[in-house]
């Protein structure tokens, strides 16, 4: 590996250690085995450095939701089977990956002091959203088009961040994947009924 890869190597060891705020360059530097001019030149701030670490860490978390990509999944696209089955592979990850959860609330909180680390994480922001989008309804994520990102990738996500954070405050009274296929079935049943 070059200085590169190895600041960022380091950098997802120390985020997760040690938290976002509380992350120094120096404490990157020791943990990569490089320099401090080096991550001037490869990424031009601390900030920068540590944005890319974390959506890095974040997207590996992704991966694990289920492996939706190799076709993992027995429930139909779409189907509330399906639903049920993704929400139990993210609902998984919140105790495997539970220190990059907790970081994420901690960027999330820190955003407004933050605005070279917010930029970048608004453009991964989408990224996330398209990944969602066929763990749910199937598909290729190339295929998400601009509308269905914003809307049911927006309410996946929505969905996501509500439950990570039920997980991380308190996970004996969160819901559970099966809690959260009960309660769309009954929205889907009130949206069903005719109205007037």
Known sequence: MGHREDLLEGA??????????????????????TNLASIGYHYGSKDALLAEAYVDLI???????????????TGEPGSLERFEEAWR????????????????FEVVTNADRLPTVREHLVKAQDEGRRGLIP???GGREEDVDDEALR????????????LCLQWLFDPDSASTAEGLTAGLRRVIEAAAKPTG
């Open 12 to 33: 997802k060891r120390c985020l997760v250690e040690k938290g976002f705020v509380r992350t120094t360059a120096r404490d990157i530097v020791k943990e990569s085995g």
């Open 59 to 73: 997207s590996n978390v992704g991966d694990t939701f289920g492996a939706f990509d190799e076709g993992a999944a």
């Open 89 to 104: 592979g993210v609902i998984r990850s919140f105790t495997e990956a539970r220190p990059i959860w907790l970081l994420t």
């Open 135 to 137: 763990m749910f309804m």
């Open 151 to 162: 809307t049911l990738g927006g309410f996946y996500q929505t969905l996501l961040n509500g």
